[in-house]
């Protein structure tokens, strides 16, 4: 089997693709067969070293370019990633498994709002003049990092590799980047595309490999920063090793967010925010609200709605345009997801629907509903990163805040309701980064997106993610002449 638009080596490194063979293979599996459709090679130390020495010899001169020529080069490659939107959104479901439907929508369409985005931006990252006694003065400069590193989760290879490049390269840093070995290629186009826009060598490179190559490019001293999004273990090992050197640290983790129903919202559009936040992608989301609190009037209703609206799901082939739901990124993923089903019958979960594995080719599993869900459950209380929805009952506002707040994660918050003051109450009081009123999910690139708590630090997308892709300088200016006590 072919896959379109191969990119012809393991990695991009210095304006051109690169291969070394002695690197461990790593193969490329298509979720939906199991297939082994390709194969790249991880990083030897050798090709690391060149890819950080590249991006450490691009870096001051792309720096020195005006923002508006960087910008330019990035909104150049947010054309061409839209013209190329199909193959890429193919690319993407060979990759990660994903159905066609929405990775035409969700996938190369969000990396190139992102490079869109940052490339308008980047003429306009200005410093202020502050004023101060007798004439006397500050400036402040925003400048570049230095060279950085993103290292992604497999989830969205096309989007994690832009949203972290586009806002380093607007900033006028250099950026290595190392997609999960679950998902090597899109990257790869990443920067294959941007080098055809214009940017000069060096200035985005990716490499393949596992943790210990994403660790040998977080310690080399050239590194100024790293961005993660991956789980929470992880992002605890990388922020660690990051802080060593006082690196900047970007953390974009997992999550167990709530998703807060009450008797006043609207059913089918609390449903569809449901579906949203635990289906989408075969529920490997981030963000997912997997902990769905529903308010016990509305609970039945809720639950014979959602098993309704469950059976309309297509699942299947990937490629096929009706397909709304296609399988786990692996075989690893999958039997994850299925233990944690397990677990959530052994503990007394009632299994509504789903909760089954389906056929005996690719990873596919039934979306899954689960009631009576209980907070001390394991399905409640941890990430599963696949289709599983747990519904928990509550009765008042109160009680359910305490229960949604009551857990090490902090990445997103969802409520449903037509009581215009208590969703901004909730909102409020959620402990959460990201926060939905009557919706779920939705990521547009003007909005920061990022979590609090065990679920990571810093932001991307937004004006917020140039602050962490740059610093500030002051420099102050004297205009009388400088005096001193002897
Ligand atoms: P992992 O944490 O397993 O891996 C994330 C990335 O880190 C991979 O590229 C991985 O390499 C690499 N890595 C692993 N160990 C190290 C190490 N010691 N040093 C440096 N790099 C390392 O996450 P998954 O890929 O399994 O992705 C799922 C997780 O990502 C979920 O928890 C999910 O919630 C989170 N996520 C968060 C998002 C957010 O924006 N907040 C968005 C999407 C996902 P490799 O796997 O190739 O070995």
């Not at 832009?162 to 998902?183: D, I, Q, R, Y």
């Not at 009632?350 to 907070?375: H, M, Q, S, W």
């Amino acid at each position: 089997m072919t896959y379109p638009t191969q990119p012809t080596a393991s990695h991009f490194i210095d304006g051109q693709y690169v291969e070394d063979t002695n690197g461990p293979e790593i193969p490329v599996i298509y979720p939906a067969t199991g297939a082994v459709i390709g194969k790249v090679h991880a990083a030897t130390p050798e090709i690391v070293e060149l890819a950080l020495a590249s991006a450490k010899r691009a870096q001051k001169d792309w720096a020195a370019m005006s923002g508006t020529e960087r910008g330019r080069i990035l909104r150049r490659a947010a054309d061409i990633m839209r013209e190329r939107n199909h193959v890429l959104s193919v690319l993407e479901t060979w990759d990660t498994g994903k159905p066609l439907s929405e990775t035409t929508v969700a996938d190369a369409t969000s990396a190139a709002d992102a490079l869109e985005y940052f490339g308008g931006l980047a003429g306009s990252l200005t410093g202020e003049h502050i004023p101060l006694a007798g004439g006397d003065f500050v400036y402040t400069s925003r400048e570049a990092l230095g060279v950085c590193v993103g290292i992604g989760a497999w989830n969205y290879p096309t989007q994690i590799a832009a949203w972290k490049g586009a806002p380093a390269l607007a900033c006028g840093n250099t950026m290595v980047f190392k997609p999960s070995e679950a998902t090597p290629l899109c990257a790869l186009k990443v920067a294959e595309i941007l080098s055809e826009a214009g940017a000069p060598p060096g200035v985005y490179n990716v490499v393949q490999g596992l943790g210990n190559v994403g660790a040998a490019l977080v310690q080399d001293p050239r590194v100024a920063k790293v961005s993660l999004t991956g789980s929470v273990p992880t992002g605890r090992k990388v922020y660690a090793m990051a802080a060593q050197n006082m690196k900047h640290a970007t953390m974009e983790l997992g999550g167990k967010s709530p998703l807060i129903i009450f008797d006043d919202a609207d059913l089918d559009s609390a449903v569809s925010g449901a579906i949203l936040g635990n289906f989408y992608s075969t529920g490997q989301v981030c963000s997912n609200g997997t902990r769905v609190f529903v308010q016990k009037g509305i609970k039945d209703a809720f639950l014979a709605r959602m098993a309704e609206r469950m059976g309309k799901a297509v699942i299947g082939d990937p490629m096929d345009m009706a397909t709304t739901i296609g399988p786990m990124v692996s075989e690893r993923q999958l039997e994850i997801v299925e233990n944690y089903i397990r677990i959530g019958q052994e503990e007394g979960a009632r299994l509504v629907a789903g909760g089954k594995r389906i056929g005996n080719e690719g990873f596919f599993i039934e979306p899954t509903l689960f009631a009576d869900v209980t907070d001390d459950m394991t399905i409640a209380r941890e990430e599963i990163f696949g289709p599983v929805l747990s519904v928990l009952d509550f009765d008042t506002e109160e009680e359910v805040m305490a229960r949604a707040n009551a857990t090490e994660f902090g990445l997103a918050a969802g409520v449903f309701t037509n009581d215009l003051t208590r969703a901004h109450r909730v909102s409020a009081g959620f402990e959460a980064g990201t926060c939905y009123i009557n919706t779920y999910n939705l990521a547009p690139v003007e909005a920061p997106f990022g979590g609090v708590k065990a679920s990571g630090v810093g932001r991307e997308n937004s004006k917020e993610a140039i602050k962490h892709y740059s610093q500030v300088k002051s420099v102050y200016v004297a205009m009388n002449p400088c005096e001193a006590p002897f």
